[in-house]
């Protein structure tokens, strides 16, 4: 897997208040809520609480924070590949439009647990909750044009990814990124010099670089 670290995000609960789904309030109760039960993540808590729709949640957290965070990792992949190149770059590299379309979520949290014996000699087990991770897991689908609207590869489906909420960290499957940067090499390549018309790569063709 490859993984380029992001700003750590705004929390979620904090974008849930400043959107008004919930008031600075409940956030507070839920985040009480969450210390009492750290295996539960704040949208599931919230959603059973206040009755708001686990599919609006969701949405509001793939449009607010995962997509942005897969945008900008995939930013600065292509930028180690920009780089590589001492000539002009013959577009406009810092506003390619990316299309990503998240096909599917899922969410699992951990955490650590501790296990103590008592004087008695019977072993009881104690959850840490400072110590939990929650993790997205999914699908989605990827489409790069150029600002003139060029595609540099057609749309790209099911690339596997995961992101660590606690951190802000993306990661995506290292031949998936190394396929995108040969792609636009190519692209860029062509650009500079060739006297053939670029014609897109297949899916059919990209799945034969990738896999």
Do not use: W
């Amino acid at each position: 897997m490859v993984s380029i670290k992001n700003r750590k995000p705004i929390p979620f609960g904090r974008i849930l208040v400043e959107m008004e789904i919930i008031s600075e309030e409940q956030l507070a109760d839920v985040l009480r809520e969450q210390k009492k039960n750290p295996q539960r993540a704040i949208g599931e808590i919230i959603s059973v609480k206040y009755g708001i729709p686990k599919q609006k949640i969701e949405s509001i957290f793939v449009t607010k924070i995962l997509t942005p965070s897969i945008k900008t990792t995939l930013q600065r992949h292509l930028r180690l590949e920009f780089a590589k190149f001492s000539e002009q770059i013959p577009f406009d590299h810092n506003r390619l439009t990316y299309a990503i379309d998240i096909e599917t979520v899922t969410l699992s949290r951990t955490v650590s647990t501790t296990y103590t014996k008592n004087q008695n000699g019977t072993t009881t087990m104690k959850p840490s909750p400072v110590e939990t991770s929650t993790r997205i897991a999914g699908k989605l689908s990827l489409l790069i044009k150029t600002t003139d609207d060029e595609l540099l590869c057609e749309k790209k489906k099911h690339i596997s990814y995961y992101y660590e909420f606690d951190t802000g960290q993306t990661y995506f499957d290292t031949n998936v990124i190394s396929g995108i940067r040969f792609i636009l090499s190519q692209k860029i390549k062509e650009k500079l010099g060739a006297e053939e018309e670029f014609v897109p790569v297949t899916e059919e063709e990209l799945r034969n670089i990738l896999y």
